[in-house]
C-alpha cells in the first residue's frame, strides 16, 4: 500500500497535467467548426492536384506531365515586356549602324577640312594680313578670331610635319618586328591607353592656345604667354603622332606576319572589351560617350588601315595583285569592330533597360551641333565640336597621313604632278559633298527630333542687339563658347541680315549635348 501511495502523482503534479489537457482542448478547438467537424489543414503547394498519397504511381505521374497546362496571360505584362525586349534586342543593331555611319561622316568631314579648306582659309588670312596696311588700321585686331585660330592650326600641322620627316619609319617597324606576340600584344595595349589619354587632353591643350591668342588683352596677365602654349600644342601634336604612327606599324607587322598570329590576338582584344562594358551600369549619358568613343575608334581604325595599305602597296611597287591579299584581312578587322560593337550596344541596352530609340536621339543631338555650328555666329567651329565631343583630333591623324604619303609617293613627273592636282580637286569635291549631305541630313534628323522648336528666326533690334559684339563680349570669346542650347546665347545675324537661327531654348531640361566626350556621368568615364 505504501509503495502504490509513492506511485500516485502529488497535488503540482496534477495541476501541470491539467492544464497541458486545457492547452490541448484549445488547439483542437481551432480546427473545428461550430458543429464541431475539423477543418482541412491549409492546401500546401503540389497539393492541388496530387491527389492522395497511396494512389500516386507512376502511370498517373506519366499521364499528368503529358496533359498538364498553364496560362500565360496571368503574367501578361511579364511576357509582353520580355517580347519587347527582343525586338529592341533586334533593333539596336540598324539603329547603331545609323549613328555610325553618320559620325563617321562627321569625323570625315572634319578630317578633309584640315586638307581642303584650312589651307584655303590660310591663304585667306595671309592675304588680309598682308593688305591690311592699305587699308589702315581701323581696330586692334589684325585678324579675326578665326583667322587666328586657323593661322596657329597650320602652324602646328606644318611644324609638326617638318618634325616627322626626321623620324625612321623602317627603324620603327623593325624594332617592333623583332618584339615577340606577347610584348607586342602587351605594346598595342599600352597604345591603345596612350592614344585615349592624349585625345582627353590634347583638344584642351589646342583650346587653350586658341582662347589665349583671341581673348581680350588685360592689364595684368594671369596666364602663360601664347608662345609658350604654342609650344605645348606642338609638342603634343608631334608626339600624338609618333603614338598613332607606333600603331600602324604594330598593325602593320600583324598584316605581314607569316602564320597571323598577332593579327588573331589583336583581334581577340576587341571581344576582350566586351567584359569591361556590358556587365556594368550604363546610363543614358554613358551610353552617348561609348557611342561616340566607338564611332572616334572606327574612323581612327579605318585611317591606321590607310596607313598599312600605303606602307605595303609601295613595298610591292604599287602592284593592284597584292592589294587583293590585304583586303580579306582588313575585311576582317573591321568586320571584327563592327561585330563587336552590335553585341556590346545590344546587351547594354538589354541589361539596362534601354530603347533603341535612344540611338535616335544621340543621333539627333550631334546634328543639332552641327547646325549650331554652321551659323554666322557660331561659338566654335564645327571641327573643334567633332574634337570635344568624340574626342576625335584631326591633327595628329593629318600629321601622320601627310608622312606617310610624302614617303610613299614620288612627285617628280609631269604626270605624276597632274595626277596630284586632279586628286586634290577630287578630294575638295568630295569635302563640299560630304559637307552638303550632312548639313541636309542634319537639318532632317533635327526636324524629326522637334529640336528645331529650341529656336526661333529673330529678326530686328533683338536680333542686332544679339549679334553685336560688346566689350564685355568680344568676339574671341565666342570661338570658345559651347554651342548646346543650355549655355548658348544665341546665333544671331548681323546688323542688317534677314536673321539666323537662335538655338536658345526657353526651358531646357540635363540634355545630352551638355556631356563631352571626357565628362565624368555616374561615377565613371567609358
Known amino acids: 500500500m505504501a509503495a502504490e501511495h509513492r506511485d500516485l502523482p502529488h497535488g503540482d503534479e496534477v495541476t501541470q497535467l491539467q492544464d497541458l489537457k486545457e492547452k490541448g482542448r484549445e488547439a483542437e478547438h481551432k480546427w473545428t467548426g461550430s458543429l464541431g467537424d475539423r477543418k482541412p489543414p491549409p492546401e500546401t503547394l503540389g497539393q492541388r492536384d496530387a491527389g492522395p498519397r497511396e494512389g500516386f504511381t507512376l502511370r498517373r505521374f506519366l499521364a499528368k506531365e503529358l496533359k498538364r ?82 593661322m596657329l592650326k597650320a602652324a602646328v600641322i606644318i611644324l609638326c610635319f617638318i618634325a616627322m620627316r626626321w623620324v625612321d619609319y623602317s627603324m620603327i617597324y623593325h ?7 606577347i610584348k607586342l600584344y602587351i605594346i598595342y595595349n599600352m597604345l591603345e591607353v596612350a ?43 608631334f608626339f600624338h603622332a609618333i603614338l598613332v604612327l607606333f600603331q600602324a606599324t604594330t598593325l602593320n607587322v600583324a598584316f605581314n606576319s607569316h602564320n597571323k598570329s598577332l593579327l588573331t590576338v589583336m ?3 576587341n571581344f576582350v572589351e566586351l567584359k569591361g562594358s556590358v556587365f556594368k551600369r ?31 602597296m609601295e613595298q610591292f611597287s604599287w ?29 547594354i541596352t538589354k541589361f539596362n533597360d534601354i530603347t533603341a530609340e535612344v540611338y535616335v536621339e544621340y543621333r539627333a543631338s550631334l546634328a543639332y551641333e552641327l547646325v549650331c555650328s554652321k551659323q554666322h555666329h557660331a561659338y566654335t567651329d564645327h571641327t573643334d565640336a567633332v574634337s570635344r565631343r568624340m574626342g576625335f583630333i584631326p591633327l595628329s591623324l593629318a600629321v601622320v597621313l601627310s ?39 542634319s537639318w ?25 559684339p560688346t566689350s564685355d563680349d568680344p568676339p574671341g570669346e565666342a570661338k570658345d563658347r559651347p554651342s548646346h542650347p543650355s549655355e548658348s546665347a544665341g546665333h544671331t545675324s548681323e546688323k542688317g541680315g534677314s536673321g539666323t537661327w537662335d538655338p536658345t531654348p526657353s526651358t531646357v531640361g540635363p540634355s545630352l549635348l551638355a556631356v563631352d566626350r571626357f565628362t565624368i556621368c555616374g561615377g565613371h568615364i567609358n
Open 319 to 347: 602592284n593592284p595583285d597584292h592589294l587583293w591579299v590585304l583586303v580579306p584581312d582588313l575585311l576582317l578587322v573591321l568586320g571584327a569592330e563592327v561585330l563587336v560593337d552590335v553585341v556590346k550596344h545590344a546587351f
Open 444 to 468: 532632317q534628323y533635327v526636324c524629326e527630333a522637334h529640336m528645331d522648336e529650341f529656336g526661333t528666326f529673330n529678326n530686328g533690334d533683338k536680333a542686332e542687339a544679339s549679334s553685336t
Open 282 to 312: 550604363c546610363e543614358k549619358k554613358n551610353l552617348f560617350q561609348l557611342s561616340n568613343s566607338d564611332i572616334r575608334e572606327r574612323f581612327h581604325n579605318v585611317i591606321l588601315l590607310l596607313i598599312v595599305c600605303l606602307r605595303n
Open 267 to 269: 583581334l581577340s582584344n
Open 195 to 237: 592614344d585615349r589619354l592624349f585625345s582627353s587632353f590634347g583638344q584642351d591643350v589646342l583650346d587653350a592656345m586658341y582662347w589665349t591668342a583671341t581673348e581680350p588683352k588685360r592689364k595684368k596677365r594671369e596666364h602663360l604667354s601664347l608662345l609658350a602654349h604654342f609650344c605645348m600644342a606642338v609638342l603634343y601634336v
Open 69 to 150: 497546362g498553364y496560362l500565360l496571360e496571368r503574367q501578361e505584362s511579364s511576357f509582353t515586356a520580355r517580347r519587347q525586349r527582343v525586338y529592341t534586342f533586334l533593333r539596336v543593331p540598324r539603329e547603331l549602324e545609323r549613328l555610325m555611319v553618320f559620325g563617321t561622316c562627321l569625323c570625315l568631314d572634319s578630317f578633309l577640312f584640315v586638307f581642303t579648306f584650312l589651307p584655303l582659309r590660310v591663304v585667306a588670312a595671309s592675304l588680309h594680313l598682308l593688305l591690311r596696311p592699305f587699308h589702315g588700321l581701323r581696330s586692334g585686331r589684325l585678324l579675326q578670331p578665326a583667322q587666328t585660330c586657323d
Open 403 to 441: 608622312r606617310v604619303v610624302s614617303s610613299c609617293i614620288r612627285i617628280d613627273e609631269p604626270v605624276a604632278i597632274i595626277t596630284a592636282i586632279i586628286f586634290y580637286l577630287g578630294l575638295f569635291a568630295s569635302k563640299i559633298l560630304t559637307s552638303i549631305m550632312l548639313l541636309g541630313k
Open 175 to 181: 624594332l617592333i618586328r623583332g618584339q615577340s606576340v
